[in-house]
C-alpha cells in the first residue's frame, strides 16, 4: 500500500494501477478517495463502494452528520489547540519574553540559559500542538472532505507562524475563523479572516493609518523597531496596546499589503481587474482595522482616530465619507460578489479537485454556482465533485500529491497508529512543506512543478520505506542525524 501511495502522488502514475490497489474496486471509489479524502484506509475502497459514491460525496459535504469521536479522544492531549490567544501569550510567549528581557537586563548576555531555553521550547510548542492536531486529523478523521478544506482555505489565506507575534494568534485563526466557514458563505470566511489577529498582524493592516488624518502632535506610524506606535496629547487616549510615537523617529503610514493581497490573492486574481488606484482606496477603507492589546493577545477591534473618514472608489463602487467600521465591511462585499472573485475561486479549487490544468467548462460552470449562491461553498464544491470532469478517467491519478497529502495518505494506507505526531511534523519540514511555515501570502503550490524533482522524490521513497520497516522515528531517514528531536 506505501508502495502504491507513492507511485500514485510522485508520479502520476498509469491510473490503472489505482484499481489495481483493491482487487475488483471500482477506480472512481479510489480516485474520489485521493481527492475529497486524504486517501484510503484498509478496507475503505469497499466501504465506499458498497455505500455508493453519491451517498459517500453528499456525506462528506455534511461533515456535521458524521460522528468523529474516535478523533476527540486523540487530541484531547494537545491542550494548547483549545486555548484563546490571551491564554496563549500569558501561558507560554510571556514567559519566554519576560525571562529575555531579565537575562539582558542584568548581564547584557544574550546566550539563554538552560531555563530560557526550556521556556522558548514551551512557546514554541504551541505551533508544534498545531501541526500534530493537523496531522491527526488529516489521518484519523471521518470528515475528510472537511479536512481537506480545512488545509486548502488555511493555505489560500496563508499566514506564516515565524512573522513577529503571528504564532500567538495562529490557533485561534485557523479553529475559529478558518474551520467553521469551509463549506459555509465565502462572504463569511473573507470577514472572519479580515478581522483576525493573525491575518491584521501578517499583512501588517494593524498598524496601518490615515497619514492625513486628525491626529495629534505626536503623529502614529512605525518607530525604525517596527512597533506600531501612536501619539496623543492633551490628555487623549491612545488605541489600545500601542506605545507612544517616540519624536522625530515617528513617522505616519497607510500600509497596502493587505489591500494588495485581499484583492490579488484572496479575491479577484492577479487579472481580476483592479488597478494600484484600487490597492490604494482599499487600504485607506481598512485603516483603523487593528488588534486590541496585541502583547496580551487581544482580538480584534475597530479604532475611529486612525480611519480615513473620506469617501472611497473601489472598483467604480463609491463608499461614502463617514462609514467608519462599514467602509471595509462594504469593500468585503463589493469583492465576495465581484464576478472576477467567482473565477479565481473556482479557477483555485478545480485545479485543487481535478487537473492542474482546470477544464474552462467547469471552472465556468462553478463560478456559476458561485454568484448564484451568493458564494456558497458548499453547493460550490457540490457542483465540482458531481461533474463528468471529476469522474474522467484521465484525471485520475493526474495530481501530484503534496507533502503533507502525501505523508497523511502514507500514513492511512498503512493503518499507522501515529501515538506521537511530532515525527511527521519533522519529516515535512525535511519534504519541503514545514506546517504553519509558509512565509509568501501566496500559501504552497498545488500544481506539479513546485513537488517533482529528482530529490524531492528521494525523499519521498526515503520515507516510504522508513515507514514500511515501521522505524520509530521516520523523520530521521529524511533528514539524518541533524533533525533528532533535541
Known amino acids: 500500500m506505501v508502495a502504491g501511495a507513492l507511485s500514485i502522488s510522485a508520479t502520476g502514475s498509469d491510473p490503472k494501477s489505482v484499481a489495481k490497489s483493491e482487487p475488483g474496486s471500482d477506480p472512481n471509489v479510489a480516485h474520489v478517495l485521493n481527492r475529497i479524502a486524504f486517501g484510503a484506509r484498509p478496507g475503505e475502497v469497499e466501504r465506499v463502494q458498497k455505500l455508493g459514491l453519491k451517498r459517500y460525496i453528499d456525506e462528506q459535504l455534511h461533515p456535521e452528520r458524521i460522528p468523529d469521536a474516535d478523533l476527540a479522544a486523540r487530541l484531547k492531549d494537545l491542550t494548547t489547540v483549545g486555548l484563546s490567544s490571551r491564554e496563549i501569550q500569558e501561558m507560554y510567549e510571556k514567559p519566554a519574553m519576560e525571562a529575555r528581557r531579565a537575562r539582558k537586563q542584568n548581564d547584557g548576555d544574550k546566550t539563554p540559559t ?6 522558548q521550547r514551551k512557546a514554541r510548542s504551541v505551533v508544534d500542538e498545531l501541526g500534530e492536531q493537523k496531522i491527526l486529523r488529516a489521518v484519523y478523521s471521518e470528515r475528510q472532505l472537511e479536512e481537506v478544506l480545512a488545509d486548502f482555505w488555511f493555505n489560500h489565506f496563508n499566514v506564516d507562524a515565524r512573522k513577529g507575534r503571528t504564532r500567538t494568534f495562529l490557533t485561534e485563526y485557523e479553529r475559529d475563523a478558518i474551520r467553521p466557514h469551509v463549506l459555509g458563505k465565502f ?9 483576525s489577529p493573525a491575518m491584521l498582524f501578517y499583512l501588517d493592516n494593524w498598524m496601518s493609518a490615515d ?7 505626536g503623529g502614529w506610524g512605525l518607530t525604525p523597531g517596527g512597533r506600531n506606535s501612536a501619539g496623543f496629547r492633551g490628555g487623549g487616549v491612545r488605541p489600545q496596546g500601542l506605545r507612544p510615537g517616540q519624536g522625530q523617529n515617528a513617522r505616519k503610514g ?4 493587505y489591500g494588495r493581497e485581499l484583492m490579488e490573492l484572496h479575491t479577484l486574481g492577479v487579472d481580476g481587474g483592479y488597478t494600484q488606484k484600487d490597492v490604494t482606496e482599499v487600504a485607506r477603507a481598512f485603516t483603523g482595522w487593528t488588534i486590541a492589546n496585541p502583547r496580551q493577545g487581544g482580538g480584534f477591534v475597530f479604532e475611529p482616530r486612525i480611519h480615513d473618514p473620506e469617501q472611497k472608489i473601489v472598483l467604480g463602487h463609491v463608499i461614502k465619507a463617514g462609514g467608519g467600521q462599514s467602509d471595509g465591511e462594504q469593500l468585503l462585499d463589493i469583492l465576495a460578489k465581484h464576478p472576477s472573485t467567482a473565477h479565481f475561486i473556482a479557477t483555485k479549487l478545480v485545479r485543487r479537485f481535478v487537473s492542474d490544468t482546470p477544464p474552462a467548462g467547469l471552472v465556468d460552470r462553478t463560478a456559476a454556482r458561485f454568484r448564484q449562491t451568493d458564494g456558497d461553498l458548499r453547493e460550490v464544491m457540490r457542483t465540482i465533485l458531481t461533474s463528468p470532469e471529476f469522474m474522467a478517467a484521465d484525471v485520475r491519478g493526474a495530481k501530484v500529491k503534496t507533502p503533507f497529502d502525501f505523508v497523511v495518505s502514507a500514513l492511512r494506507s498503512t493503518a499507522a497508529d501515529v501515538a506521537d505526531a511530532t515525527q511527521y511534523v519533522r519529516a515535512l519540514q525535511q519534504l519541503g512543506m514545514p506546517l504553519y511555515m509558509c512565509q509568501p501570502p501566496t500559501g504552497y503550490a498545488d500544481t506539479a512543478e513546485a513537488w517533482v524533482n529528482t530529490g524531492a522524490l528521494v525523499n519521498r521513497m526515503n520515507f516510504a520505506v522508513r515507514l ?5 522515528d521516520t523523520a530521521l531517514a529524511i533528514g539524518g542525524p541533524e533533525f533528532q528531536r533535541k
Open 211 to 217: 497619514p492625513n488624518g486628525p491626529h495629534p502632535a
Open 254 to 257: 497607510l500600509n497596502e499589503n
Open 114 to 119: 538552560p531555563e530560557m531555553r526550556d521556556l
Open 187 to 195: 462572504r463569511d470566511l473573507l470577514g472572519a479572516t479580515a478581522k
Open 468 to 472: 514500511a520497516r515501521n522505524d520509530k
